[in-house]
């Protein structure tokens, strides 16, 4: 199999000194973005096929992968639909608010409890592709079946045929923009938004993934954040050391893009949660300290990813020739070959 090699020019300069006022609804002077990664369950196992247990991100901060499967391994995964999920959602309840699901379709198959919760939630639920692996390592065709299994699960679980709006991989190849701009338009699924990039704290078009000289729809970027994400309670050497740390990070960040905002440069403000990791008690305990603190500032917009893209979309709509990118197509590129 060969694909169309699209091949962007990196988008270093962005808005420049002029970013654009995304003007909130609300007036908000920060939009929060909430986004729960629902992964427990898609992750490599020796179970699912690969040769050993995940060990990304694990709380003992060292590589206990084997070739061989790992149960203990594989129950700090378990804690995260068990334990930390309803903390989560029962958290944010309490204030009123919601945000996006992003979702491992694979993974969300093995829990219909959850499936159908989630599924009738006001959350929004965007894609993760069916699998929680490293698409770096995987052929384009297999990734293509994946994603395409993972937008009619979706679909299924929404009872919508218009689901996912929106694309977050995470560990993504270079092909999965292309390749899930590609399955949308050929199940007619309106493509709203992808947030596999780091690029900017408000969003930003780049040409479409599936341009021709006649015709390019724009590819609309909803960045997601590292700085900000739990993720870091796991990652040693550069993370958060205590719950406290992580809610001072939020409270620093939250009053800096405030400070923006008023002067007339509001941003998103993006907090990636995963269950496994910041659903623990004292993590959640300051997690909700923050979720508080939150529910009590004005002039705060807190949003989806799909309404973040849906406001951009009717206030900036997409202009060819304001891209933050330059293309070269390359055709039949065999991606098997190095």
Known sequence: MTY???????????????????????????????VIEYTEGGESSVEYGEEASEALFNELNVDIS?????????????????????RLLKMFNKYGMSGTVNVVTSALEKA?????????????????????????????????????????????????????????????????????????????????????????EIPFWLTSPLATPESDEG??????????????????????GTGADYLQYLKDTFAFMYEEGKDGMPRNMVITLHPRIV??????????QFVKFLSEQPEVWVA??????????????????????KVTIVKNVDPYKP
């Not at 084997?66 to 930390?84: F, I, L, N």
């Not at 659903?279 to 300051?286: E, F, L, N």
């Open 112 to 200: 219909p409890y959850w499936a159908k919760v989630l599924g009738e939630s006001g959350w929004e639920l965007s894609c993760a592709s069916s699998r929680w692996i490293d698409y770096m390592h995987i052929a384009p065709d297999v990734e293509d079946k994946h994603i395409r299994e993972a937008i009619a699960s979706l679909q299924q679980i929404r009872g919508d045929k218009s689901a996912p709006m929106g694309f977050c991989v995470g560990r993504r190849s270079n092909y999965s923009q292309r390749l899930y701009a590609q399955a949308c338009k050929d199940l007619g699924v309106p493509l709203l938004y992808s947030s596999d990039s780091f690029a900017d």
């Open 66 to 86: 084997r070739k061989a499967r790992d149960d203990m391994g594989e129950s700090e995964w378990e804690y995260g639909p068990r334990a930390g999920l309803p």
């Open 4 to 34: 169309q090699e699209f091949v962007h020019e990196r988008p270093l300069f962005g808005y420049e000194l002029s970013p654009p006022n995304p003007q909130w609804p609300k007036d908000a002077k920060v939009a929060v973005t909430f």
């Open 279 to 288: 659903g623990h008690g004292s993590r959640a305990y300051y997690l909700e």
């Open 304 to 325: 989806s990813r799909a309404q973040i893209a849906q406001h951009w979309r009717s206030n900036f709509p997409y202009e060819p020739a304001k891209a933050h990118d």
């Open 219 to 240: 590819l609309l970027i909803v960045p997601s954040t590292l700085d900000t994400g739990d993720f870091r309670f796991n990652v040693p050497g550069q993370g958060w």
